[in-house]
């Protein structure tokens, strides 16, 4: 009798913990495949303003840091910085200099992974393991997803929207990755942006995206001066964004 009520007690558990199992894997597969609209990424901000915003995401580049952050004090421009979780968890001091300067910091997930290859649930961890880590750095709550890549994939999307997140993507990109990407393609890019997708796009209003590599540190002198001759003001996404001017972009 005795033995019988402890295998009782053993199936009950490890049914009991099935059960929540199906339930996990049931809400994720009914998330995933709900028809319900998600956010679309901002990519534009529509207005007459000559004004924009330098986005500059963070996984590596520390070493570029300091120098872009006396450019930028020096043309008295703020920018936002996306970094991931797993870069702020190994630069908290150079991160918390970088909030303190004034600029944004938002989130671009822990790991730097494809977006479009993980689970509504696992892109929800990326956002919050990396907005727990920045909020216990820069004391601020994170509300703004730079998705890796730039991906848009559904589960990406939907993953920011249930977090209370607007996913951000951009209108101007540098493509300063690229082995090929002089300091001075990276300033034309910005400065006389081509015609993509049969448009050209437009700079008053345009979310600019670069990294801190070496060539952009050596651009960004001449974007932020050549702009700001123009009349141009460079403003965080907290600044830049309303909720009545999110436009279309030429990004896609």
Known sequence: MFINLKISQRILSLGGIF?????????????????APVSKPIEQIETNQKVM??????????????????????NKAHVTFFVTGRWAK??????????ENGHQI?????SHPHPDHLS?????????????????ITG?????????????????LRAADSLGYRTILWTLDTVDWRIDSTSERIAQRI??????????????GAIVLMHPKLNTVRALNVILNELAHDGFEFRTLDELITSDAIGNTTSR
């Open 120 to 136: 509504v649930v696992e892109n929800q961890e990326e956002i919050k393991k990396t907005e727990s880590i920045i909020q216990g």
């Open 140 to 156: 601020r709550k994170t509300h703004f997803y730079a998705p890796p890549y730039g991906e848009r994939g559904i589960s990406g």
């Open 53 to 74: 915003a330098i986005t500059i995401n963070v996984d590596w580049g520390e070493e570029y840091i300091p120098a872009i952050l006396d450019i930028l004090k020096t």
């Open 191 to 204: 400065l006389n942006p081509t015609i993509r997708f049969g448009v050209k796009p437009k700079k008053v």
């Open 19 to 35: 059960f929540l199992l199906f339930l996990g894997l049931f809400a994720e597969f009914r998330m995933a495949e709900s028809n």
């Open 106 to 110: 938002e989130n671009h997930g822990y």
């Open 90 to 99: 190994k630069n908290p001091q150079l991160l918390k200099i970088m909030s």
